[in-house]
């Protein structure tokens, strides 16, 4: 059952969505230059941990291939901070992984998982997942899909109820550079 102030903040999330939505159609994306994706990725990753603190979860990050990237630098937060924040919200014990690959990078979880019909909606703006975690609006999968179109990556998810998700970003136009053995 919804309350009054719940309502509010639900249309709030749904003006917001759909203002930023409609500033971001058809507009040139300012590109503030070409940076590191793997930095990036290991501060969403240690932000994240925060959320599983209290939780018997075993986290893993590990960076095979460092990368650059020419996006906004919010956008590349965004993908990565989303999956990364599903992943401890949807997991209440076992592991979470977050593998960085050539031209990949992978969030892995041993969490919830979700059935076909789940993943057929995940992308939809304001869907929310059936299992009671409350935390999130429903914007953040369906921002996650509008930037990795808009930007030329694939987003695949793979996920079985009880046994967890994968997330798979493939950045077919990243640049690699390969890590130092030192």
């Known amino acids: 059952e919804t309350t009054p102030s719940t309502e509010f903040e639900d249309e709030d999330a749904r003006i917001d969505a759909a203002s930023f939505f409609t500033r971001a159609a058809g507009q040139t994306v300012e590109v503030d230059g070409r940076w590191n994706g793997t930095t990036l990725i290991a501060d969403e990753a240690e932000k994240?941990?925060?959320?599983?603190?209290d939780k018997p979860i075993k986290w893993v990050t590990r960076i095979d291939h460092d990368f650059q990237v020419s996006v906004p630098y919010y956008v590349f937060s965004i993908v990565i901070g989303n999956l990364v924040r599903n992943a401890c919200h949807y997991t209440d014990h076992?592991?979470?992984?977050?593998?960085?690959?050539?031209?990949?990078?992978?969030?892995?979880?041993?969490?919830?998982?979700?059935?076909?019909?789940?993943?057929?909606k995940v992308f939809e703006l304001f869907y929310r997942g059936?299992?009671?975690?409350?935390s999130g609006k429903g914007i953040g999968m369906s921002l996650v899909k509008r930037f990795c179109d808009r930007?030329?990556?694939?987003?695949t998810l793979d996920s079985e109820p009880g046994k967890g998700t994968v997330a798979t970003v493939s950045l077919p136009e990243a640049s690699i550079i390969e890590r130092s053995s030192s």
């Open 48 to 53: 994240a941990q925060l959320l599983i603190r």
């Open 94 to 120: 076992g592991s979470i992984e977050v593998l960085v690959g050539k031209n990949r990078i992978q969030v892995i979880d041993t969490g919830i998982g979700m059935n076909e019909e789940q993943l057929g």
């Open 130 to 134: 059936e299992s009671g975690n409350q």
């Open 151 to 155: 930007f030329g990556w694939t987003i």
